[in-house]
């Protein structure tokens, strides 16, 4: 991908973005579509925002392609529990003011308790697969607009229920979904599993909700309940996982009962700034050239889930999860002014400074021109490490179903990247553990090293069955979050070249 | 000579009039030109009495849905013999918000307004330090245009909800901060900006910043020269709320988020030489009684480059928005300060930045060289810099209990009403009228109410409007 066709995939994703502030966006430039870029653009950025219905684009599961479709969306405002004081209108001619009729403070109908979003979607792509979704989220509108003082000894806003005082609010969140994938891969099951790839198709259909509660602004407690029946629909391929596998080998295969799944969560989600508190006026210039400036979001998770199994309690088990991404930011702040002038010697150590803190076209013929300026931002890249861990516990001649199983390789059925040398869900199996670190840079590289396998048991991922692979590539981000990667990765099985998207949300 | 402007931080909310936010303060400041209570207009329904205006603004619901404030409603909205150039009136607001809401009592809802119980921050903010009471909208027009103007003294042209080419092609003051100048900016956004769409942005994206991070900067001295934050557009559905205050998004979150940059910026090592801005993009089809001024092109500016006029409306930008909100807060600005001197608009933002930040650079348009600049409102210097930090309230929701609290005739007066107090007193004093008594002995709501009663009065008797 050229830098001009980054631009352009950034810019497109930032009109997006952009886009809510323009409510009033509509359909009516589209008759003239070919007429102008003007009306072009508008017409196409109606037809991907405008409310209700609009339309959308999204990745499926990693085999499947990027589908395309339709959402119809419903959002309410949050708006707090009371209802406007009583209308007090002046008389015609007068002047004289009468005070806010506020004495009567209004008691909420109970339709008037929640505030609620809700979207349906329907997306296909090439090969066949598709996805529809309906989701509803409730949030109750028992809290009240409140502050409180922050560790910068700043008010600060939040939401109040009773004792706590968070950013986020409780919300109960529903979900039902039908999803039919045409190619999901197959290895087999376990750490050594051979290269020969299978494939099978699978379709889900559940119903969920979930109920999240913040305790804090980094802590929060989740718990959630699922009624999910999969089914995999026979292939005639020779390479089909029905053709070439049995129960023993495939557990799951032959029958997929409907499951009832619970869980409970605990997450925390902290965000540290590391920057001391300096008076850089600029008449002030002391001190060093730049003091460190770090953002340290610290995102982890701890689940535990409950799988039983309708009609084969052979089929039952449980799972503890751990996730974790620790992501630091690394930038410092200038303290100094540096002029052209000012820089004696090699100019390379400057250069690459200025380009750090955001180059504001200096000209290096010109003395007076400000290589550096006090409070200018430099950013030096973001470390992201992450591990995945799931160990599965299942009763005396009961199996994990291989389609519930997790995966390493490649990208998982919930797009989780792995071990990017390896292809997508190339190993299977009860317990896997997955670790990696991306260190990105400046000019959007991206290096970045993998870990991870599969075992029957948690006490099997050894360190004698651990697949490692490290690569370079680039990625674009957009406001934090990594929507499109291309690499190079270099593991045991050899380099894999791979441009991998991150499409997750429906835009 | 006035304190110089070493950080200057502009909050740009949404869609409200200035007689919406703050008319109703000239019941405690009679210099301010805002309601006196009999401004009215022409009813949807015209066989029943004219509209009013009234004191009764809520939180939310009474401008749903979104009045119009494009163009052609602009239009009807402060001329209703529709024709905005020549004498406007500034009487059709309520029948062009029939047109939307197709209901003559809830269309009568574009001339409630918020007195200052019940926008206590922004009014509290206006009153302590100063209010601009001629700060007009750069287009007679929507969200959009308004904000490019701020930026670029320009909309490229676009009088419209365009996203994609006004906001792509501008040119901004942005691109001035560059290396002759020692300045440099930041965007604070919330997750959303015009601005992300822009095509010299696009490529300095380290200049935004997350919201989340605003605070942080501002008590660690990390700000830049100039600050520009943006509100938060829309609810995240996950807990995070809307706080631009655009109806019929709650006015009490945006408050909040004023009072949450208030106190930042009241603990930045900076804060003795910052000038923070409150500014309202446009007046979002809600009711205001000044008409908008128009424009003409000085002749010695003719060589400059001229906002581009829009087909088909044929509009050349000479004539400017509705009224909006403008509050000038800083250590540097004593209480009561009212700035009327000249016509103000966001071009007047563009114009002041490169006059502080980057003088050597070129102005954008002819609209940027008229726009008067601001540089001179810190006019307290040296020792009289003020030390104090303001009190501020809580938000009010909508009949929610605090108003009620204040009002029991036993409760304590709210910080608010002492404040309010203390300003008609020292009105009364400019003016060489005698004050009924000495606010400072004064502790019960009912007792500064009573007050506050007789200084109108007296304000009244000596024939200045109540």
Redesign the interface.
């Known amino acids: 991908m050229t830098m001009s066709s980054r ?1 352009r995939l ?2 497109v994703l ?2 997006l ?9 509509t359909f009516h430039t589209c008759p003239a579509f070919f007429q102008n ?2 009306d072009t ?2 017409c196409l ?1 109606a037809i991907f925002s405008e409310d209700p219905l609009h339309a959308t684009f999204s990745g499926m599961p990693p085999g499947n392609g990027i589908a395309v479709g339709a959402v119809l969306e419903q ?1 309410t ?30 008691v909420p109908a109970l339709g008037s308790l929640w ?1 609620a ?1 809700g979207r349906i979607s329907a997306i296909g792509s090439a090969n066949g697969s598709w996805a529809a979704t309906g989701m509803l ?1 409730l ?1 109750p509108r028992g809290y ?4 409180r003082v ?1 560790r ?6 939040c ?1 109040k229920l009773a004792f706590l005082c ?6 109960l969140h529903f979900e039902s979904a039908h999803r039919s994938l045409e190619t999901i891969s197959f290895y087999g099951i376990g750490p050594k599993s051979p290269t020969i790839k299978y494939t099978y198709r699978q379709n889900d259909t559940y119903g969920s909700f979930r109920a999240s509660l ?1 305790i804090a602004d980094w802590l929060a407690v989740e718990s959630g309940l699922e009624v999910r029946q999969t089914d995999l629909p026979p292939t005639t391929n020779s390479n089909s996982v029905s053709a070439n596998f049995t129960v023993a080998t495939a557990p799951g295969l032959t029958a997929q009962p409907t499951f009832t799944h619970s869980y409970v969560a605990l997450r925390t989600a902290p ?1 540290l ?1 590391v ?8 008449e002030n210039h002391t001190g060093p050239l730049m003091k460190p ?1 770090l ?1 340290l979001t610290l995102r982890n998770s701890a689940e535990y889930h409950w799988y039983a199994a309708h009609s084969d309690p052979a089929s039952s088990f449980q799972q503890f999860v751990l996730d974790s991404d620790e992501n630091i930011q690394i930038a410092t ?1 200038t303290r100094h ?1 540096v002029q052209v002038q000012d820089i004696k010697g090699s100019r390379l150590w400057y250069k690459m400074l200025a380009r750090d803190c ?1 180059d ?4 290096w013929s ?1 003395p ?4 550096l ?5 430099c ?1 030096y890249g973001n470390l992201d490490i992450r591990a995945h861990m799931v160990a599965s516990r299942t009763g005396p001649g009961s199996s994990v179903p291989f389609y519930l199983q997790p995966t390493v390789g490649g990208s998982d059925i919930d797009s989780r990247l792995s071990l990017r040398a390896y292809p997508d869900y190339r190993f299977r199996g009860p317990d896997a553990l997955a670790v990696q670190a991306d260190l990105s840079l400046p000019l959007d590289l991206l290096v970045f090293y993998d870990a991870g396998t599969v075992g029957p048991a948690f006490s099997s991922l050894s360190f004698g069955h651990l697949r490692q692979d490290a690569g370079l590539g680039f990625g674009i981000s ?3 979050n990594l929507v499109a990667q291309a690499y190079m990765a270099w593991g045991s099985s050899g380099a894999v070249p791979t441009f991998g998207y991150n499409f997750s949300k429906l835009f | 000579m006035p304190t110089q402007i070493q950080r200057l931080v502009v909050l740009m909310l949404e869609n409200r009039s200035f007689d919406h936010m703050l008319g109703f303060l000239k019941q405690t400041n009679p210099n301010i030109n805002g309601l006196t209570g009999v401004e009215w207009n022409y009813p949807a329904d015209e066989l029943a009495p004219n509209v009013v205006v009234s004191n009764d603004a809520g939180d939310v619901q009474d401008l749903d849905p979104d009045p119009n404030h494009e163009f052609i409603h602009v239009t009807n909205q402060i001329s209703s013999t529709g024709d905005p150039v020549g004498n406007p009136d500034m009487k059709g607001f309520v029948r062009d918000y029939f047109t939307d809401c197709h209901d003559a009592t809830h269309a009568a809802g574009i001339m409630k307004c918020f007195t200052p119980a019940t926008l206590p921050i922004l009014s509290t903010l206006a009153t302590q330090y100063a209010v601009c009471d001629r700060w007009f909208a750069s287009v007679p027009g929507s969200t959009i245009p308004n904000r490019l103007f701020v930026h670029g003294a320009s909309s490229a042209g676009s009088l419209t909800q365009d996203v994609v080419v006004g906001p792509f092609t501008l040119h901004t003051i942005f691109e001035s901060f560059d290396a002759t100048t020692p300045h440099d900016f930041a965007i604070y956004t919330s997750g959303s900006s015009v601005l992300l769409a822009n095509r010299y942005l696009v490529q300095h994206l380290d200049k935004f910043r997350s919201y989340a991070q605003f605070v942080f900067d501002a008590t660690h001295g990390n700000l830049p020269a100039y600050t520009f934050i943006e509100p938060a557009y829309d609810d995240d559905g996950n807990g995070g709320f809307a706080n631009s205050q655009h109806p019929d998004f709650p006015v009490d979150r945006g408050e909040a988020l004023i009072r949450e940059i208030y106190y930042a910026l009241t603990k930045s090592p900076d804060w003795k030489s910052t000038l923070f801005l409150i500014l309202y993009d446009e007046h979002g089809g809600i009711f205001d009684h000044v008409p908008p001024p128009i424009l003409t092109c000085d002749p010695a500016n003719a060589g400059l480059p001229v906002p581009p006029a829009t087909p088909p409306d044929v509009f050349d930008f000479t004539r400017l928005g509705v009224r909006v909100p403008a509050v000038f807060v800083s250590p540097c600005i004593p209480p009561n300060t009212v700035i009327n001197d000249q016509n103000y608009e966001h071009s007047s933002v563009v114009a002041t930045v490169r006059k502080l930040f980057c003088p050597g650079s070129q102005p954008l348009t002819w609209r940027e060289v008229q726009a008067p600049t601001f540089e001179n409102v810190l006019t307290l210097t040296g020792s009289a810099i003020r030390n104090d930090v303001v009190n501020l309230p809580n938000p009010v929701v909508s009949g929610g209990v605090d108003i009620n609290a204040a009002a029991a005739p036993t409760a304590p007066a709210t910080d608010l009403s002492v404040l309010m107090a203390a300003a008609m007193q020292y009105s009364l004093q400019q003016r060489g009228l005698a004050p009924p008594g000495n606010y400072q002995t004064l502790t019960t709501a009912a007792q500064i109410a009573n007050y506050l009663q007789q200084a109108q009065q007296i304000s009244k008797a000596a024939g200045g409007a109540s």
């Open positions: 631009l950034s810019l930032a009109i973005l952009s886009s809510a502030l323009a409510r009033a966006q870029p003007h653009l508008d950025e959002n405002h949050y708006v707090s529990p009371f209802a406007p004081p009583t209308t007090t209108r002046l008389a015609p001619g007068t002047a004289e003011l009468q005070p806010p009729n506020t004495s009567t403070s209004t505030s979003d989220t949030m009240k607009p409140s502050h922050d910068n000894g700043v008010q600060v806003q939401n968070t950013g986020k609010i409780f919300g913040p965000l700034y920057s001391p508190k300096t008076d850089d006026r600029d400036y953002l702040m002014y955001g504001t076209g200096i000209d010109k007076l021109d400000y290589v300026k006090v409070r200018q931002r950013n957009l406001q934090g």
